[in-house]
C-alpha cells in the first residue's frame, strides 16, 4: 500500500551520502528526519537526478534489497557536476584495461576534470568507493604556482610555501599577527603563527559545532548562531586568526564556495574543519621531513616511512587539535577522473537509469497518505506517466516549485530562499604560460588576489595541467589545460541565460556557454601574456546553492534539514 512521501530517503541518505553528494558539488541538503515504517523492499522508488547523490543513493538501496528503484536522469549520463572528458594527442579517447594485468592506462589517455576535481583528506566516503570499486588509486599532484602582490610581479609567482609565509610575514609586519619573542627567524615566527592559529581555530569550532566530522551540521544554539552571525573573513578577524586568512582567501574561494569576505561564516567553518586543517599541517611537516629523510620501495623504508606518518600524526593532534587520518598530501585527485566512479557505480549495480527524462510534473498526493507519487515525464518524444511509492529529489530544492506540483508554503519560502555562484570551468589550448607551465614543477596555479571579494568576478583565478599530473608529458610548445573563473554576482554580466540557474550540459556533454564569460577569461590569458589561445569548451556551472547569513540565523538551513 503506498505510504507518505518525503523528498529524501533521509534514515539512509544522511549516514552514507551527505559527503558524497557535498564533494560532487550537488549541494542538495539532505532531510535528517526519517518517515515512519515499515518499509518493504518491493517499494517503487524514484530518484530525480542521476549525479553523485542519486547514483549512490541507488546503489546503497539495491545492495540493502530494494529491487524497485528508478533514476530519473534528464542528460544522457551519470554523474552530475562529476563530468570528466579524456583526451590524448589526436582528440578525446577513451582509457583502456589491460586484460592480462587489470591496470587502466590513464597516462596516454588523460582525465580532465570539468566540474568536480579534487579530494582532501576529509573526503571518506569517495575513497571507499574507489576501493570497493576498483578504481585507479588517488595521485597527489605536486608544485602550486602562486600569483599575487607578494610575488615579484604580475608575471612571476610564487610556491604555496613562499606565498603563506610572504602573507604572515606581512601580518607581522603591520602587527595584525603577533609572536613570542623567542621566535627570532622567518621560519620559526611562520611556524608559531600557524599553528597557534590553527589550534586557536579548532578550538573555536569544537565550541562552536561539537566534535564533528566532514558532514552535515547539527542544528546550532541562538547563542552559537550569533557568535558566526557575520562573514568568514570577520569571523577569522575576530578572533584573532589572521595567520590564516591569507591561505583561507584562496583555499575556499577556489573551491567554488564563495569569497571569505562576503560568505557567511556559517560555511566557512563548514567547509574549513578541523579534520581539513589537522591535514594540512601533517602534509607541512611531512613535506619537511621528506627533504631529509629519503624513502624506499623495500619493507624496511616502508615500514620507517608508516612510522614517521603515525609519529607525526600524534604530534599535529597534540599540537592543533583536530583528529585526521595520517596525512602526506591533503589534495589529490583521480586519474580515471571523478565522472568514472558513478559510471562504474551504475554499471556494476546494474542500476535502472532513464536517460533523457524531461519531468513535467511530480504530484506527491500529499492529502492522501494512501496515494502513490505521480509522476509524469517526456522520453524519446512520447509522454510516460508512472506510479511511485517514494520520492527521492536530488536535484537542487530551488528548482523544485518547476516539477514539483505540491510544494508546500514552508517549503517554497525555504526554496526560494536559496542564492547560488556560477564556477565557470574552460577546457582550452595555449602555449606554456611564465612562471607556471615553463617547467614540469607547478601544474597548478592560483592567482590568490582574484580570490579576493566580488570586485574580482570572473577573474581567472585558477588553472590546472592534467598531463603533468596524470600523464607526466610536458609539452613545451602546446598544452591542453583547464581554467577557472567564479562569479557571486551573475546575472549583471548581461548573460540571461546565467541567471537561471536550472542548467545542465545537453546529451554530448556539451554545456551552453556564456560569450561574455567566455571574452572575460581570454582577456584575463592576454593581460597574463598567455599566447596561442585555443577555446575547446566551457562549463558556466550553476555552483553551491547557499542561504544568506541572515537566512542562516533565521534557522532555514536547520528548518531544510529537519522537515519532510
Known sequence: MPRVVEFLFAWLLHNHLALAARIAGSDHLQLHEARAGPFKKSDRIAIVGAGPGGVHMASRLKQLGYTQTTLLERSDRVGGKSLTIYLNETGECVQKQDPETGKVDTTSCVAHEMGTCFLHNGYHTIRDLVDEYGLTQIVAPEGRAMFSHYAKDQYHSQTMQEFVTASIMDGIKKGTITVPVWAVTQKLKVLVALVSAVKRYNDLHEEIFGKVEFSMPERLSENNLRRIDMTFLEFLEKNDLHALSGFLMFAHAAQGYGYVTTIPAFYGLWWISPELLNGYVQMSFHQQLEKYLLFGTNPVSKISEAMMGSGVQDLVRWLVGGTADVVARTTTMLPEGYQKIWTTIAEKDALDVRFGVEILNIDRKLN???????????????????????????????????YVKDVTPEEERIFDSL?????????????????????????????????????ADGSWYADRYDDIIFGEVYNPEVQVRVGYQFYENFCPTGEEMLCDSDRTPNQKSIMRTAPTVLEKFKEELEKQQVKDVTILRQF????FHHFSGEAIQQGEFFVLCTRR
Open 368 to 402: 492522501d497518505p494512501t496515494a502513490p507519487v505521480k509522476i509524469k515525464y517526456r522520453q524519446d518524444g512520447k509522454l510516460v506517466y508512472e506510479d511511485y511509492d517514494f520520492l527521492i529529489y536530488t536535484a537542487p530544492h530551488v528548482h523544485a516549485k518547476k
Open 419 to 455: 542564492n547560488s555562484f556560477v564556477l565557470a570551468t574552460t577546457l582550452y589550448t595555449s602555449a606554456p604560460v611564465v612562471d607556471y607551465t615553463d617547467d614540469t614543477e607547478r601544474p597548478i596555479m592560483y592567482s590568490a588576489d582574484k580570490m579576493s571579494g566580488p570586485k
Open 540 to 543: 558556466p556551472w550553476p555552483y
